[in-house]
């Protein structure tokens, strides 16, 4: 184990980014159908927009369970979980500047460097 990886030989990389990847279009999934209904489905009734929801959380799960899978042998139990913290916020950042034209705050900055320190706390030995 190094810097609290796992290392299993030369795939652990691939391993690592295939991990990363996965987890990221998860949450591109996971952030459109669980905010992308309030702008894109404004009026359209409450059954309606859940079924899409679902439709769309079938994808993210589609991608996060593989992404845990492949994951889980390389990193432990709660790195995967900040990592997964880690990529939702970035993800969730840009979906409300760009998407939902939400401003940017010192807020955010904040919520990163707590989540930087998570980072450095769940992978340090």
Known sequence: ????????????????????????????????????????????????????????AFFEYCFQVPANRIGFGHFTLPQLKIIQEVITMVVFSLFAVFFMKTPLTRNYIYAALCLIGAVFFIFRK
């Open 1 to 56: 184990m190094e810097n609290g990886i796992r290392t299993n030989g030369k795939g652990s990389l691939k391993i690592m980014f295939k991990t990363i990847a996965l987890l990221l279009l998860s949450n591109v999934f996971m952030t459109y159908a669980w905010y992308g209904h309030l702008k894109s489905l404004v009026g359209k009734p409450l059954w309606f927009v859940i079924l899409v929801s679902w439709g769309l």
